[in-house]
T-cell receptor, first 115, second 114 residues
Framework: AQSVTQLGSHVSVSEGALVLLRCNYS??????LFWYVQYPNQGLQLLLK??????LVKGINGFEAEFKKSETSFHLTKPSAHMSDAAEYFC?????????????FGSGTQLTVLP | NAGVTQTPKFQVLKTGQSMTLQCAQD?????MSWYRQDPGMGLRLIHY???????DQGEVPNGYNVSRSTTEDFPLRLLSAAPSQTSVYFC?????????????FGSGTRLTVV
């Protein structure tokens, strides 16, 4: 069954440093992969999605993710962290169960940006 | 265009009480889902619907009931609240591509059962 694993429940970076949030997927078929962001006391907002059109996906707020089939990874990156990037980030995959399609989430990574 | 609207935003229940969490979307999305979010566990699917009149169970359905009489509304009912149901609940919807375009989430309902 399709699933995702996020490595690191907490990540801290300095403002201006590279952001790297890790996500590995498990899927026997080409996956539909997503990154969502959740700011405190808010709902989830779609950052970007992979739907097999291109391996490097650009999202909102300067984030991007690269789909690497050989590594079964879909890591999220941003070249330069900003204080406003502090939030919780979720990797997700569409899980196929019979004819149903269900969005399944990783356990989340809390990003802290240090001044 | 309001997107996905959840009410109430906060609720405190006593053990054994019942209540309904409301979810409405104005995007004509066929697919709607309910998730609960607990610390360190990400979001877990409770129930989902692929269209009016059609619902199915997700990963953690016990203690919850749903119905989908219209495209717009997808209420979640807690039949007899238990402390284990203390959580943040999110409703989400998507187009008929079954979520491949990404889901739109409501802002959540924070429920405490005492």
């Amino acid at each position: 069954a399709q699933s995702v694993t996020q490595l690191g429940s907490h990540v801290s970076v300095s403002e201006g440093a590279l952001v790297l949030l890790r996500c590995n997927y498990s899927s026997s078929v080409p996956p539909y992969l997503f990154w969502y962001v959740q700011y405190p006391n808010q709902g989830l907002q779609l950052l970007l999605k992979y739907t097999s059109a291109a391996t490097l996906v650009k999202g909102i707020n300067g984030f991007e993710a690269e789909f690497k089939k050989s590594e079964t990874s879909f890591h999220l990156t941003k070249p330069s962290a900003h204080m406003s990037d502090a939030a919780e980030y979720f990797c997700a995959v569409i899980r196929i169960s019979g004819s149903a399609r269900q969005l399944t989430f990783g356990s989340g990574t809390q990003l802290t940006v240090l001044p | 265009n309001a997107g996905v609207t959840q009410t109430p935003k906060f609720q405190v229940l006593k053990t054994g009480q019942s209540m309904t969490l409301q979810c409405a979307q104005d995007m004509n999305h066929e697919y709607m889902s309910w998730y609960r979010q607990d610390p360190g566990m990400g979001l877990r699917l409770i129930h989902y619907s692929v269209g009016a009149g059609i619902t199915d169970q997700g990963e953690v359905p016990n203690g919850y009931n749903v119905s989908r009489s219209t495209t717009e509304d997808f209420p979640l009912r807690l039949l007899s609240a238990a402390p284990s149901q203390t959580s943040v609940y999110f409703c989400a919807s998507s187009y008929q591509d079954r979520g491949r375009g990404g889901y739109t989430f409501g802002s959540g309902t924070r429920l405490t059962v005492v």
